[in-house]
Protein backbone atom coordinates (compact mmCIF):
# COMPACT_ATOMS: atom_id res chain seq x y z
CA UNK A 1 0.00 0.00 0.00
CA UNK A 2 1.83 3.42 -1.31
CA UNK A 3 2.02 5.99 1.46
CA UNK A 4 -0.48 8.61 1.48
CA UNK A 5 1.51 11.95 1.49
CA UNK A 6 -0.06 15.55 3.04
CA UNK A 7 -1.17 17.88 0.20
CA UNK A 8 -1.65 21.96 0.18
CA UNK A 9 -3.99 22.65 -2.71
CA UNK A 10 -4.61 26.66 -3.74
CA UNK A 11 -8.39 27.23 -3.51
CA UNK A 12 -9.81 27.25 -6.78
CA UNK A 13 -6.99 26.17 -8.73
CA UNK A 14 -6.33 22.69 -7.90
CA UNK A 15 -3.55 22.87 -10.65
CA UNK A 16 -1.67 24.60 -8.21
CA UNK A 17 -0.69 21.89 -5.21
CA UNK A 18 2.15 21.13 -3.55
CA UNK A 19 2.77 17.35 -1.82
CA UNK A 20 5.27 17.39 1.06
CA UNK A 21 8.17 15.53 0.25
CA UNK A 22 8.18 14.05 3.58
CA UNK A 23 5.07 14.00 5.97
CA UNK A 24 5.03 15.61 9.10
CA UNK A 25 6.65 13.63 12.42
CA UNK A 26 3.42 15.12 14.35
CA UNK A 27 1.36 18.40 14.50
CA UNK A 28 -0.92 20.22 16.60
CA UNK A 29 -3.71 21.84 17.08
CA UNK A 30 -4.33 24.99 18.69
CA UNK A 31 -7.78 26.53 19.95
CA UNK A 32 -8.33 29.12 22.59
CA UNK A 33 -11.47 31.60 24.03
CA UNK A 34 -10.75 35.15 25.16
CA UNK A 35 -12.97 36.37 28.16
CA UNK A 36 -12.99 39.48 30.10
CA UNK A 37 -13.29 40.21 33.81
CA UNK A 38 -14.93 42.15 35.84
CA UNK A 39 -14.56 43.01 39.40
CA UNK A 40 -17.77 43.30 41.35
CA UNK A 41 -17.71 44.63 44.84
CA UNK A 42 -19.05 42.14 47.88
CA UNK A 43 -17.87 38.91 45.20
CA UNK A 44 -14.73 37.33 45.96
CA UNK A 45 -13.37 36.79 42.18
CA UNK A 46 -14.35 38.73 39.60
CA UNK A 47 -16.79 38.00 37.07
CA UNK A 48 -15.99 36.14 33.56
CA UNK A 49 -17.48 37.00 30.67
CA UNK A 50 -16.93 35.15 27.12
CA UNK A 51 -15.54 37.90 24.34
CA UNK A 52 -14.72 35.96 21.44
CA UNK A 53 -13.07 33.06 20.21
CA UNK A 54 -9.44 32.96 18.67
CA UNK A 55 -8.48 31.35 15.52
CA UNK A 56 -7.92 27.65 15.39
CA UNK A 57 -4.72 26.95 13.99
CA UNK A 58 -2.78 24.01 12.87
CA UNK A 59 1.23 23.82 13.17
CA UNK A 60 4.08 21.39 11.84
CA UNK A 61 7.30 21.00 10.91
CA UNK A 62 8.42 20.41 7.46
CA UNK A 63 11.08 18.79 6.10
CA UNK A 64 13.20 19.38 2.48
CA UNK A 65 15.87 17.24 1.09
CA UNK A 66 17.61 17.69 -2.64
CA UNK A 67 20.92 15.95 -1.44
CA UNK A 68 19.73 12.71 -1.11
CA UNK A 69 17.93 11.36 -4.98
CA UNK A 70 14.33 11.55 -4.80
CA UNK A 71 11.81 10.12 -7.79
CA UNK A 72 11.40 11.70 -10.67
CA UNK A 73 15.33 13.21 -9.70
CA UNK A 74 18.14 10.36 -9.81
CA UNK A 75 21.12 12.41 -10.42
CA UNK A 76 23.52 12.84 -7.42
CA UNK A 77 23.90 16.17 -8.14
CA UNK A 78 22.30 17.75 -5.56
CA UNK A 79 19.38 20.31 -6.47
CA UNK A 80 19.28 23.46 -4.76
CA UNK A 81 16.57 22.88 -1.79
CA UNK A 82 14.91 26.72 -1.91
CA UNK A 83 13.87 25.36 -5.29
CA UNK A 84 11.35 23.34 -3.55
CA UNK A 85 11.20 25.76 -0.53
CA UNK A 86 10.27 28.82 -2.17
CA UNK A 87 7.21 27.60 -4.07
CA UNK A 88 5.32 26.71 -0.25
CA UNK A 89 7.21 30.26 1.01
CA UNK A 90 4.96 31.99 -1.93
CA UNK A 91 1.93 30.82 -0.05
CA UNK A 92 2.26 33.73 1.74
CA UNK A 93 2.53 36.13 -1.48
CA UNK A 94 -0.50 38.18 -2.02
CA UNK A 95 -2.53 36.87 -4.83
CA UNK A 96 -3.12 39.83 -7.28
CA UNK A 97 -7.22 39.05 -8.14
CA UNK A 98 -7.71 38.38 -3.84
CA UNK A 99 -5.47 41.18 -2.77
CA UNK A 100 -4.84 38.77 0.27
CA UNK A 101 -2.75 35.59 0.44
CA UNK A 102 -5.00 32.74 -1.28
CA UNK A 103 -6.87 30.11 0.68
CA UNK A 104 -5.28 26.75 1.28
CA UNK A 105 -6.59 23.08 1.73
CA UNK A 106 -4.04 21.20 3.92
CA UNK A 107 -5.41 17.71 3.16
CA UNK A 108 -3.22 14.24 4.89
CA UNK A 109 -6.21 11.42 5.12
CA UNK A 110 -8.54 12.20 7.60
CA UNK A 111 -7.26 15.60 8.64
CA UNK A 112 -8.86 18.18 6.22
CA UNK A 113 -7.82 21.92 6.95
CA UNK A 114 -9.40 24.98 5.39
CA UNK A 115 -6.68 27.30 5.90
CA UNK A 116 -4.05 30.05 5.32
CA UNK A 117 -0.75 30.49 5.56
CA UNK A 118 -0.21 32.41 8.77
CA UNK A 119 3.70 31.70 9.71
CA UNK A 120 6.61 30.05 8.17
CA UNK A 121 10.20 29.92 9.21
CA UNK A 122 12.99 28.80 7.02
CA UNK A 123 15.74 27.00 8.77
CA UNK A 124 18.82 25.52 6.38
CA UNK A 125 20.96 22.43 7.66
CA UNK A 126 22.91 21.14 5.20
CA UNK A 127 25.10 22.29 2.94
CA UNK A 128 26.15 21.22 -0.46
CA UNK A 129 30.41 22.34 -1.39
CA UNK A 130 29.81 25.21 -3.02
CA UNK A 131 27.69 26.76 -0.36
CA UNK A 132 23.82 26.01 -1.76
CA UNK A 133 21.52 24.85 0.93
CA UNK A 134 20.26 20.75 0.64
CA UNK A 135 18.26 20.54 3.37
CA UNK A 136 16.18 22.82 4.90
CA UNK A 137 13.20 22.47 8.04
CA UNK A 138 10.06 25.09 7.47
CA UNK A 139 8.57 25.21 10.84
CA UNK A 140 4.49 26.68 9.70
CA UNK A 141 1.25 27.59 11.39
CA UNK A 142 -1.87 27.93 9.22
CA UNK A 143 -4.54 29.41 10.43
CA UNK A 144 -8.00 28.53 10.26
CA UNK A 145 -10.10 30.33 7.44
CA UNK A 146 -13.76 30.42 8.05
CA UNK A 147 -16.67 32.14 6.00
CA UNK A 148 -18.12 35.24 7.70
CA UNK A 149 -21.20 33.47 6.08
CA UNK A 150 -20.52 30.29 7.32
CA UNK A 151 -19.71 31.65 10.67
CA UNK A 152 -22.69 33.15 11.42
CA UNK A 153 -24.80 29.70 10.91
CA UNK A 154 -22.65 27.64 13.11
CA UNK A 155 -24.00 28.34 15.94
CA UNK A 156 -27.57 29.75 17.05
CA UNK A 157 -26.50 32.82 19.50
CA UNK A 158 -28.45 33.87 22.12
CA UNK A 159 -26.60 37.74 23.22
CA UNK A 160 -27.47 40.57 25.35
CA UNK A 161 -28.71 42.38 21.77
CA UNK A 162 -32.19 40.28 22.25
CA UNK A 163 -34.25 40.35 25.30
CA UNK A 164 -33.73 36.59 27.33
CA UNK A 165 -33.97 35.34 30.98
CA UNK A 166 -31.78 35.10 33.73
CA UNK A 167 -32.48 33.36 37.47
CA UNK A 168 -30.97 34.99 40.13
CA UNK A 169 -28.91 32.52 42.36
CA UNK A 170 -27.59 33.13 45.75
CA UNK A 171 -25.56 36.52 46.51
CA UNK A 172 -26.49 37.97 43.40
CA UNK A 173 -26.84 41.91 42.81
CA UNK A 174 -28.32 43.94 39.57
CA UNK A 175 -24.82 44.86 39.02
CA UNK A 176 -23.30 41.62 39.01
CA UNK A 177 -25.85 40.58 36.47
CA UNK A 178 -25.37 43.40 33.94
CA UNK A 179 -22.06 43.05 34.42
CA UNK A 180 -22.45 39.21 33.11
CA UNK A 181 -25.47 39.82 30.88
CA UNK A 182 -24.06 43.54 29.31
CA UNK A 183 -20.34 43.38 29.85
CA UNK A 184 -20.86 46.33 32.42
CA UNK A 185 -22.00 46.40 35.64
CA UNK A 186 -22.92 49.87 35.60
CA UNK A 187 -26.25 48.81 33.01
CA UNK A 188 -28.29 47.28 35.75
CA UNK A 189 -31.15 50.21 35.47
CA UNK A 190 -32.67 48.72 31.94
CA UNK A 191 -32.98 45.22 34.16
CA UNK A 192 -34.52 47.08 37.33
CA UNK A 193 -36.74 48.98 35.18
CA UNK A 194 -38.01 46.25 33.07
CA UNK A 195 -38.52 43.90 35.61
CA UNK A 196 -40.38 46.87 38.30
CA UNK A 197 -37.28 46.55 41.07
CA UNK A 198 -37.63 49.13 43.07
CA UNK A 199 -34.70 48.04 45.57
CA UNK A 200 -31.99 47.13 43.42
CA UNK A 201 -29.75 45.39 46.35
CA UNK A 202 -32.85 42.77 47.30
CA UNK A 203 -33.00 40.21 45.00
CA UNK A 204 -35.30 36.93 45.12
CA UNK A 205 -33.23 33.63 44.46
CA UNK A 206 -34.52 31.96 41.97
CA UNK A 207 -36.26 35.06 40.91
CA UNK A 208 -36.84 35.34 36.69
CA UNK A 209 -35.55 38.48 35.80
CA UNK A 210 -35.95 39.52 32.06
CA UNK A 211 -32.87 40.95 30.33
CA UNK A 212 -34.16 43.88 27.91
CA UNK A 213 -31.91 44.38 24.68
CA UNK A 214 -30.05 47.49 24.91
CA UNK A 215 -30.15 50.57 24.38
CA UNK A 216 -33.39 50.10 26.33
CA UNK A 217 -36.11 53.10 26.79
CA UNK A 218 -37.81 53.58 29.94
CA UNK A 219 -41.34 53.23 29.32
CA UNK A 220 -42.52 55.76 31.90
CA UNK A 221 -40.14 58.59 31.14
CA UNK A 222 -38.72 58.04 27.69
CA UNK A 223 -35.20 58.11 28.91
CA UNK A 224 -32.83 55.96 26.21
CA UNK A 225 -30.75 54.11 28.85
CA UNK A 226 -27.30 52.35 26.97
Same mark, same amino acid.
Given at each position: ?????????????????? =????????? =??? @?? #? #?? /?????????????????????????? +???? =????? $???? +?????? *????????????????????? $????????????????????????????????????????? /?????????? @?????? =????? @? *????????????????????????? $??????? *??????????????? $?? +?????????????
Amino acid at each position: MALEKAKITVEGRSEEAF =TVLFNPEEY =TIN @KD #N #NF /ASFAVPGLGSPLLQFVNGNMTTLEME +LFFD =TYEPH $PPRV +LRAPLD *VRDITDPFMNLMEIDSQLHAP $PVLMFSWSSLQFRCVLLRASQKFIMFWSDGRPVRARITTTF /AEYVDPEQES @KKVNRQ =TADFT @K *VHIVTQGETLSAIAANCYRNPETWR $PIAIANG *VDDPHVLTVGQALRI $PS +LPFTDPDSGEVLQ
